[in-house]
């Protein structure tokens, strides 16, 4: 069977940079994964055509006041036109500190994923360590630690995606 090159795409808000940086460091670890070709949009530069044709979207945001950017928030609520269902999605948040409310943020997200009619994965904990239990949280744009579980977090969404859609396993 010859192998296809699937579509994912990132998209996120990102007032100060962390949130964009984060989205690089995943889009790493979506690319070192073969057949696997990524656009990373700001929600200011949404190419809609790569977003339908993109198997998987990964939503990235903020966390301002324990929840996402107004942002994130109203393009979903004005995201009539982009038909979702049945996409794989995954999530991920900054934080400036510790306890900044990024679970929360993280939660929102995956309600507006599965409002959207879209397949949910983390990678959770049956993968060992590292643990990513909902999303990738970073602090500021990540210290190298957590820039390498952004990286292994990419690399687990492009895998479930090639399994899920690329008739590869």
């Given amino acids: 069977m010859e192998k296809k090159t699937i579509k994912i ?3 996120y808000y990102s007032k100060g940079n962390n949130t964009k940086l984060v989205a690089e460091t995943i889009k790493i670890g979506l690319e070192e994964i073969e057949n696997i070709e990524v656009k990373s949009m700001s929600l200011e530069e949404l190419d809609p055509n790569y977003i339908k044709e993109a198997k998987a979207i990964i939503f990235g945001t903020p966390t301002y006041y324990a929840n996402i950017s107004w942002q994130m928030k109203k393009w979903f609520d004005e995201s009539q036109g982009y038909n979702l269902e049945g996409k794989l999605g995954a999530v991920f948040a900054t934080e400036n500190h510790i306890g900044g409310g990024a679970d929360t943020a993280l939660l929102t997200l995956i309600n507006h994923l599965m409002v959207k009619g879209m397949l949910i994965y983390s990678g959770g904990s049956a993968l060992g360590n590292p643990y990513i ?11 190298d630690y957590q820039k390498e579980r952004a990286k292994i977090f990419g690399n687990r969404i ?4 090639l399994e899920l859609f690329g008739n590869i396993k």
């Fill in 158 to 161: 492009a895998r479930k995606t």
């Fill in 9 to 11: 795409a990132i998209i």
């Fill in 133 to 143: 239990h909902l999303g990738v949280v970073a602090i500021k744009d990540g210290d």
